[in-house]
C-alpha cells in the first residue's frame, strides 16, 4: 500500500533539507550507516543543510563534536538548530533580570548563560533566593536527583508567579537495540502540568518556532521558498508534523522511533500524513 | 497589588500595536468606548496597529466592514489577520487538489475557496464524494446543523486518513451582558479530537505562526525588532501566552474574558504574566 | 496466538452471567444470531443472568420490550440493570427537592421521575427557574437540539454549583454495518467538562458501582461469590475493564465495537485483557 | 455565605462516621488537636468509625500503630480501610500466579504478600524474570530510586500485557507547614498512563470500591442503610465527590488540604459540594 521512495529521489528535488537528529542521522550505536555520503552528495550538489532538534542537552559546539567524534566531519556547528537555542530567544527578550532556575546537565545550562541571566540548578534554589528566580527552564531529563529535584520543581512553581520553559517536549527516547526507553525531560514536564495546574512554554518540534528561525536563517542571506526545502524525521507526531504545519513537504525514515511494520497503521490511527517515506536517510 | 496602567502611558514606548478584536475593540454591545480615539492617537502619533483574531467566521474585508457598520472608520482590512489565513497559507503550501470539507458559514468558506480548493459543507459529503476529501477545516461554530454534521465529520475522519486543520483555538465566547457563553468551534474540535484519536492542525493564537505571519507582513516593508510591539489582548492563554511566548510584551486589558475581580488569581493559577494590565484600550 | 473460546464452554463453568446489551445480544440489525438459543440453554441448565447496560435512553419495561418485539420473550425487565438506575439511586439519597435539569429523551426522564423529583428538559430552564434546579444529568443523546440545549447546559453549570450526573460514559456508538458511529452522550458531557472546569459524577460501566448494584441484587436472595459470576461484553474500556476490575471473570465476544482482525493489538494496546475471547454469544 | 458547623452537631445525627487520615486525624505535625475527644465521644454515644485511607504505604497493623504512638490509643487496626487492601483483593480474584512486580517500601508490599503471590520490587525485574511478571502495582512514591525504577516501569509495561494497579490516587500530599508539598504515586501514575499508553486499574477514593468495601464490613454484622454513615474529609476530588457518589452524607474539615479562605470558591470551580463544612473534626 504504502509506497517507499530512495532517499536520493526525493531530496533531489529540494534545495534545502532540514534533518532531525536521533533516528536520522545517528542511534545510540552511532551514526546510521551511509550518511556521510548523504552529506558528501548534498555537498557535492550544492544542497544546504540544517539540524533541527529537540535536544537541549548541550550546546550547537557540543553537538558537531559528537557527530565529528563519530566520523562526521561535515556537521557545522551553525548548522545545529536545537530547542534550546529558543528558550534562550525568550530568555532574552522576556526576562531582564534574577535567576533562571533549570533541570538539566550543566551542559544544558550553556542555553541560560548564553542570555547573560544567571543560571542555577534547581537544587541550589532555597528559602534564601527563591523570590529572584524569574524564570524556570526544563533542559535535559539527566544532572539531577529525580526524587529530589523534581518535587522542588513542583514547589517553586507553586510559590513563584514566572514563566516556565520546557525546551523538549518529546516523552520517551530510545535507549537500545532491545526496544528499551527512557522517560524525556517532556514527560517530566507534562507531569508537572498536571500537578501545580499552570502550562509549561514549549519550544521545539512540532512548534513553529523551531521551523521559522531556522527559516529566518536562511532569508537573511538570500531569498528561499517554503517549497524549496523538506524535513527529514523519524517521529510522525514532532518532525513530521511540525513540519507539515510549517508548510514544509516531509520525509519520514523508518530508522528511528517509527518502524516498517506499522509505519502504515501509525499514520492512518494519527493522521499526520508524511509526503514520502524511506528506509533511511542514506543515499 | 496588580499595578494598573494607563493605556496611553503603555503604547507611547512602542511603535507597532497588535490588537485582539472582541473583548478589546468590540463587545456584542458594539464598539468598546473610546476605542475610536486610540485609533485617531495612534494615527496622529504614527504607530502601526494590526488586529490579531482567531475569527475566521468571515473575510478580512467582511470583518472591517463590521467595524465601519459601528462607525470606526479607520479599520483597513489589509491590517487584519485572522487565523483563516494561516489556514489558508496551509492549504496553498499541502494541498494540491480535491475537496476541502468545512464546518463553518458560507463566509467563512471564504479562506478555503481563496486557496483555489474545492470548498464544501460537511453536510454536502457522501459516499459518492468523500474519496476525494483531501483535507477538513474547522472554521466557525455556526453555518451547520450540530448534531449531524459533527457526527458526519467524525465519520470522515474515521474514514479518510487527511490533515485537519481548526482555525479558531477558542473553547467559548461572550454571548450577552449576563455572564453567557457559547461553545466556539476549538471547544468542538477537542472533542472530535478525543473521540476519533487524532490531532488537529491549529492555527490561531497562542500559536506562534499567527504572531509570525503578522511580524512577516511589517518585515516585508521595513526593518522591526520584537522589543517595538505590544500585543494587547483579553485573553490569557490566547493573546497573552501567545504573545509572551513569541517575545512581545504585552497587556491584559480589563474589558473582555478576564474581570478586574479575578485578573490577580487568574494571573496566579495560570502562570500567564502580561507585562501590563489596563483596564480597557481607550485613551 | 490468541485462543478463541466456544461461548458454551465458557459459561458452564459458572452460575451468573452478566451481559452487556449492545454488540453482544442485538446490534443495529436486530437480535445477534442465536442469541435465542443462548437464553434457552441457560434457562434449562438453571444459570441466571443480568443484563449491566450503559443504555439509559429509556426504562428497563421499555428496553425489555425492544428485546420481545424482536422475538427474545426470555428478557425479565427485573433483570436489566441500566446505568439510569444508580443514577436514580444517587438523587433519592442526595439531592431533596428542586428540578432536575436533563439531556436526552422523554423516555430517559423516567429514571429521574421515579426519584419523584421534577424533571425538566434543559430546553425549559431559563432565569424564572434555574435557581431551583439542584442537579443536572445527562441521560440519551437524543431528544434535545444540540447547537441550543448542549450550550444551555454549559450556562446552567457556569452559574449553578450542583451536581452533574452522566449516566453513560460511552464515547460513540455504532449506527450502521458500514462502520459509521455516532457521537453518544458520554462523549458530550467529556467536551462540556473540558470547557465548564467541572467533572461529572459517572455512573455506568466501568464504574464499579454497576456491578456492585447488580451483585447486591444476587446477595440479597443468596450468597455468591465473585468467581461464580463472568462478565460478557463487546467493549475493552467498559465491560472488560469493569468486570476485571470487580474481580470477574470476563470474556470479550467479537460481534461489536471490537473486531477479530484487530482484537489482538487493541489487547495490547489498552492492556485490558479478558478472561475469554468468544467469537459471540451464541452457543 | 459558606455556613461552618460544629463537628460535635454533625455527627450526632449518624450511627457510622467514616474519617479520612491525613489532614482530618493527622497531620506531619502529628494529632490534630482534640482528636482524642473525638474519640471518647464516639465510643461513650456507640457511634461506630472507620478510617478509609488512600494511604498503601503500610499494613493497617503498622497504620494503626502510627496512631498509639502519636497518643491516640483508641485506633483499632481492623477498623482501618486503605486502598492497598482493595489491590490485594483484585490480586487474590484475578491473578493466580507469578510475580507482581511493585513500586513501593517494603512495608507497601505487605498487601501483595497477603495475597500469596511473590512481591518483587520493580529494581529486581529484569530479562531473566520480566516473563513471569503477571500484575504491577503502584503502592507508595518511597522506596526506590525515581530515575531508574519509574524508568524500568515504563519498561516492563511496554514489554508486558498485564495488569497496572494504583492503589493511591492523589497527586500530592503536604510535607510541611510552609505549604511545601511532595508529588504521590498517583501522580507518577498518570505520568506512566501518558507515556505509555495504558490506564491503570484505580483503586482508592474517589473510586466507589473502597467504599462499598467497608459498607460490606459492616453489613456483614448488622444491616445499614447509606443515610446513617457520615464521610469526613478534607479534600475535595477525593473524600468528598467520593462520599457523594456513594450516596453518603459528607462533612468537609478545613484542617488539611482544604483552606478556610478558599472553600467556597473551590467548592464553586469544582462543583463538589459537602453536606457540611466543620473547622476540624475536634469536639
Request: glycine fraction near 8%; proline fraction near 4%; aromatic fraction near 8%.
Amino acid at each position: 500500500m504504502t509506497t517507499i521512495h530512495e532517499f536520493r529521489n526525493v531530496i533531489e528535488k529540494y534545495k534545502v533539507v532540514f534533518f532531525d537528529a536521533f533516528g536520522v542521522l545517528k542511534s545510540y550505536n552511532g551514526l546510521i550507516p551511509g550518511i556521510a555520503e548523504t552529506f558528501a552528495y548534498m555537498e557535492a550538489t550544492g544542497k544546504e543543510y540544517f539540524i533541527v532538534t529537540n535536544d537541549a542537552s548541550r550546546s550547537p559546539k557540543q553537538l558537531a563534536e559528537t557527530y565529528h567524534n563519530m566520523g562526521l566531519l561535515a556537521i557545522d556547528h551553525e548548522r545545529i538548530i536545537s530547542s534550546g537555542m529558543l528558550a534562550k530567544e525568550y530568555l532574552d527578550l522576556k526576562v531582564n533580570d534574577g535567576i533562571v532556575a533549570y533541570l538539566g546537565t550543566e551542559n544544558s545550562a550553556h542555553y541560560i548563560e548564553r542570555s547573560g541571566l544567571q543560571a542555577l540548578p534547581v537544587r541550589e534554589i532555597g528559602p534564601h533566593n527563591i523570590d529572584q528566580v524569574n524564570a524556570l527552564v526544563l533542559l535535559d531529563d539527566e544532572g539531577f536527583d529525580w526524587f529530589t529535584d523534581i518535587n522542588r520543581t513542583v514547589n517553586i512553581l507553586r510559590q513563584r508567579t514566572i514563566p516556565a520553559i520546557i525546551a523538549n517536549t518529546d516523552n520517551i527516547y530510545p535507549v537500545s537495540g532491545s526496544n528499551q526507553v527512557s522517560i524525556a525531560i517532556g514527560g517530566i514536564a507534562t507531569m508537572i502540568e498536571n500537578i501545580v495546574g499552570k502550562r509549561f512554554i514549549r519550544f521545539g518540534k512540532p512548534d513553529s518556532q523551531m521551523f521559522m528561525f531556522t527559516y529566518d536563517l536562511i532569508r537573511e542571506r538570500r531569498p528561499i521558498s517554503k517549497n524549496e526545502i523538506i524535513m527529514v524525521g523519524d517521529t510522525l507526531h514532532t518532525d513530521i508534523l511540525g513540519g507539515n504545519k510549517f508548510g514544509l513537504d516531509t520525509v519520514l525514515v523508518l530508522s528511528g522511533n517509527t518502524l516498517a511494520h506499522d509505519v502504515e497503521s501509525r499514520i492512518i490511527s494519527t493522521g499526520i500524513v508524511p509526503t514520502y517515506i524511506c528506509p533511511d536517510a542514506s543515499i
